[in-house]
């Protein structure tokens, strides 16, 4: 079994910051790309940011110099921080990662819970 775990999130004023962490746990043999997505009320899920095996980062064109995604390779973690933050970053936060559980030769997606991230004064 693998599961996602988020943290951090919560209410933080416009221009504030706030980080976010995802740690999978679990038998897990090796793990691809990592990514946060969000979905704002009356929204679609969309993509935040991605972080390939390599390092290799992409942003979404609202996030960009804004947010920064990172991964703890050796503690299966995902994490975003979130700078200058928006009333309009205002959402529910869902962590991704693409996992080979260790029975397994397949890769299968994996989502965190979500955690909602509110931007208001």
């Known amino acids: 079994q693998v599961q996602l775990v988020e943290s951090g999130g919560g209410l933080v004023q416009p221009g504030g910051s706030l980080g976010l962490s995802c740690a999978a746990s679990?038998?897990?043999?090796?793990?691809?790309?990592m990514g946060w997505y969000r979905q704002a009320p009356g929204k679609q899920r969309e993509l935040v940011a991605t972080?390939?095996?390599?390092?290799?980062?992409n942003y979404a064109d609202a996030v960009k110099g804004r947010f920064t995604i990172s991964r703890d390779n050796a503690k299966n973690t995902v994490s975003l921080q979130m700078n200058s933050l928006k009333p309009e970053d205002t959402a529910v936060y869902y962590c991704?990662?693409?996992?080979?559980?260790?029975?397994?030769?397949?890769?299968?997606?994996?989502w965190g819970q979500g955690t909602q991230v509110t931007v208001s004064s």
């Open positions: 991704k990662q693409i996992i080979r559980p260790r029975d397994s030769t397949a890769m299968y997606q994996y």
């Open positions: 972080i390939a095996s390599d390092g290799t980062t």
């Open positions: 679990g038998s897990i043999f090796s793990i691809n790309d």
